[in-house]
């Protein structure tokens, strides 16, 4: 029952943020394409949503 109420309310969340299904999406299919080793998961989703960040968040740009 708690399940079920989780995922109800994470689909009208996601019904809400469609934008959010499509980043998942996408990055998820950047994982297919690239094939990260297991062990590097983690950076390649840091770098991957990094530079998505920057990419509609120019100013937010960190120091190289």
Do not use: G, W
């Not at 469609?18 to 062990?39: G, H, I, Q, T, W």
Request: charged share 35%; net charge neutral.
């Amino acid at each position: 029952l708690l399940v079920d109420k989780l995922r109800f309310k994470n689909e009208l969340y996601l019904r809400a943020h469609p934008e959010l299904k499509e980043m998942l999406n996408d990055f998820v299919k950047e994982c297919f394409e690239k094939r990260p080793a297991s062990s590097d998961i983690t950076a390649f989703a840091i770098e991957y949503f990094s530079d998505l960040k920057k990419q509609y968040h120019p100013s937010n740009k960190q120091a190289e």
